[in-house]
């Protein structure tokens, strides 16, 4: 199975068009060490001809342009990749189905209330449904999204997307709106993506135990880092993201849980660990994770 990351960041991308935050600061100013970084998706092939696209980043075009397995290779129309998987609705993840219109082929999968958002928003009706089937999946059953690529989507602690909140959000709800995805090939490889998660509950813990890989949600590295820098009023956990660092931190329920290959991604601005040179990145990195970047690819 190939991997690749396309995009390593949280909603905005790093930089973010209109942060300047010390990490900020760093990559605009052009800083090797601080990387940017698009969107969060990752592509995804058994053979390595046919994709799948985990999200669909607003930076799509741009995110194809810096991949050759993912460009057009037969004449007049084409494209490698046959379908797209949503883990939940929000705009980092969705905006991108609207640069793949154009009447191309590929199939859409994703949980019925997240095809009911943007059933509503008339816009994504640009992706001509004569060419785009659009598939309706349930939760804890394997999907086959035809290229040799089988998924398990099944529900993780989040919330509805930001712009469908209403007065009172239910942050931490496992429905249908925030999704992981273990994806497996027919070889017996397999690895899990959850790029958005609010807690790891004793369940999803189980349920990740030895793993060979993961793509965990790495939004912030404390809870309230937004609102200390300035950059914005809500905690994490209110925006559904558990943070990275302290007892009650993803990189502690996750440690002991012998999984191979542990990654974050879905990386705010903010973060630290976006700079190669933090010490945070260090106490990430001796901690067993990763940091994703764009352009990372895995052969499992
Ligand atoms: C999130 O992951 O919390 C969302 O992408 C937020 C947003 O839509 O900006
Ligand atoms: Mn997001």
């Given at each position: 199975?190939?991997?690749?990351?396309?995009?390593?960041?949280?909603?905005?991308?790093?930089?973010?068009?209109?942060?300047?935050?010390?990490?900020?600061?760093?990559?605009?100013?052009?800083?090797?060490?601080?990387?940017?970084?698009?969107?969060?998706?990752?592509a995804?092939?058994?053979?390595?001809?046919?994709w799948t696209l985990?999200?669909?980043?607003?930076?799509?075009?741009?995110?194809i342009?810096?991949?050759?397995?993912l460009?057009?290779?037969?004449?007049?129309?084409?494209s490698p990749i046959k379908s797209v998987?949503?883990?939940?609705?929000?705009?980092?993840?969705?905006?991108?189905?609207?640069?793949l219109?154009?009447?191309q082929?590929f199939?859409?999968?994703?949980?019925?209330?997240?095809?009911?958002?943007?059933?509503?928003?008339?816009?994504?009706?640009?992706?001509?449904?004569?060419?785009?089937?659009?598939?309706?999946?349930?939760?804890?059953?394997?999907?086959?999204?035809?290229?040799?690529?089988?998924?398990?989507?099944?529900?993780?602690?989040?919330?509805?997307?930001?712009?469908?909140?209403?007065?009172?959000?239910?942050?931490?709800?496992?429905?249908?709106?925030?999704?992981?995805?273990?994806?497996?090939?027919?070889?017996?490889?397999?690895?899990?993506?959850?790029?958005?998660?609010?807690?790891?509950?004793?369940?999803?813990?189980?349920?990740?135990?030895?793993?060979?890989?993961?793509?965990?949600?790495?939004?912030?590295?404390?809870?309230?880092?937004?609102?200390?820098?300035?950059?914005?009023?809500?905690?994490?956990?209110?925006?559904?993201?558990?943070?990275?660092?302290?007892?009650?931190?993803?990189?502690?329920?996750?440690?002991?849980?012998?999984?191979?290959?542990?990654?974050?991604?879905?990386?705010?601005?903010?973060?630290?660990?976006?700079?190669?040179?933090?010490?945070?990145?260090?106490?990430?990195?001796?901690?067993?994770?990763?940091?994703?970047?764009?352009?990372?690819?895995?052969?499992?």
């Amino acid at each position: 199975m190939h991997i690749i990351v396309l995009g390593a960041a949280a909603g905005g991308g790093f930089p973010q068009w209109n942060s300047a935050c010390p990490v900020g600061q760093r990559a605009w100013a052009g800083d090797p060490a601080a990387k940017w970084r698009n969107q969060c998706s990752l592509a995804v092939s058994a053979d390595g001809i046919s994709w799948t696209l985990l999200n669909a980043a607003p930076e799509v075009r741009h995110q194809i342009l810096a991949t050759p397995a993912l460009q057009p290779k037969e004449t007049p129309r084409h494209s490698p990749i046959k379908s797209v998987v949503l883990t939940n609705g929000d705009i980092d993840h969705v905006a991108g189905l609207l640069t793949l219109r154009e009447s191309q082929p590929f199939t859409l999968h994703a949980t019925q209330a997240i095809l009911d958002v943007l059933a509503a928003n008339p816009i994504f009706n640009a992706l001509n449904p004569a060419f785009v089937e659009r598939g309706a999946f349930t939760l804890d059953q394997e999907v086959d999204v035809g290229n040799g690529l089988a998924i398990h989507p099944f529900a993780v602690p989040g919330k509805v997307p930001l712009y469908m909140e209403g007065e009172a959000v239910n942050v931490g709800a496992e429905t249908e709106d925030t999704i992981g995805l273990e994806v497996e090939d027919g070889e017996g490889d397999r690895f899990f993506f959850i790029p958005g998660c609010a807690a790891v509950t004793p369940a999803l813990a189980e349920r990740l135990r030895g793993a060979p890989l993961l793509f965990f949600d790495g939004t912030l590295w404390t809870d309230d880092e937004m609102f200390k820098g300035g950059t914005g009023r809500k905690t994490g956990g209110r925006m559904g993201h558990m943070s990275l660092s302290g007892p009650d931190g993803s990189m502690a329920a996750l440690q002991a849980l012998n999984i191979r290959r542990k990654i974050f991604l879905h990386i705010n601005n903010t973060n630290p660990i976006l700079l190669d040179d933090s010490p945070e990145r260090a106490e990430v990195e001796a901690a067993g994770f990763e940091v994703a970047f764009d352009g990372m690819q895995i052969v499992l």
